[in-house]
């Protein structure tokens, strides 16, 4: 089992704040398989929200590795990618799902009672920063100073 990573302050701050995450998986005959999606962080875990029986979660449930990138929406230069392996867990699954629509569309989230809501936890096994040159943060400099 991989050693798990520490999320640095940009990954915080991104996946911290509603900004889209575009979630890599894999599928059956090894390609990757790639969703847009609604992040959130709990303690030092990403959480996301799928549906049992969707391609995502059966790739999780067959093969827990991911990759995770999150960019700046007012920078799309900086980004952060967070690699690692995922739990599944219905406990919850309503809940996050409600949480996360709340602090993507400012609204609760309308279940559809047919769907079985399961919460995907992410364990980071590497933590990668990028600031490209043309960034408007790399343009600046630090904001600390330092």
């Given at each position: 089992?991989?050693?798990?990573?520490?999320?640095?302050?940009?990954?915080?701050?991104?996946?911290?704040?509603?900004?889209?995450?575009?979630?890599?998986?894999?599928?059956?005959?090894?390609?990757?398989?790639?969703?847009?999606?609604?992040?959130?962080?709990?303690?030092?875990?990403?959480?996301?929200?799928?549906?049992?029986?969707?391609?995502?979660?059966?790739?999780?449930?067959?093969?827990?590795?991911?990759?995770?990138?999150?960019?700046?929406?007012?920078?799309?230069?900086?980004?952060?990618?967070?690699?690692?392996?995922?739990?599944?867990?219905?406990?919850?699954?309503?809940?996050?799902?409600?949480?996360?629509?709340?602090?993507?569309?400012?609204?609760?989230?309308?279940?559809?009672?047919?769907?079985?809501?399961?919460?995907?936890?992410?364990?980071?096994?590497?933590v990668v920063d990028h600031v490209a040159p043309?960034?408007?943060?790399?343009?600046?400099?630090?904001?600390?100073?330092?």
């Amino acid at each position: 089992m991989a050693q798990s990573a520490a999320l640095s302050g940009a990954a915080r701050e991104l996946i911290g704040a509603p900004a889209f995450s575009v979630l890599t998986t894999i599928n059956a005959d090894g390609s990757p398989q790639s969703s847009v999606m609604w992040m959130a962080l709990d303690g030092d875990q990403l959480v996301f929200s799928t549906i049992r029986g969707r391609l995502k979660c059966r790739n999780l449930e067959r093969d827990p590795r991911v990759s995770v990138c999150t960019y700046d929406p007012a920078d799309p230069y900086r980004y952060v990618e967070v690699r690692g392996t995922v739990t599944l867990a219905e406990e919850g699954g309503d809940e996050l799902i409600d949480r996360l629509c709340q602090a993507y569309q400012g609204k609760p989230w309308t279940r559809r009672p047919e769907e079985v809501r399961v919460v995907a936890r992410v364990t980071p096994t590497r933590v990668v920063d990028h600031v490209a040159p043309q960034s408007a943060s790399a343009k600046a400099g630090p904001a600390d100073g330092a």
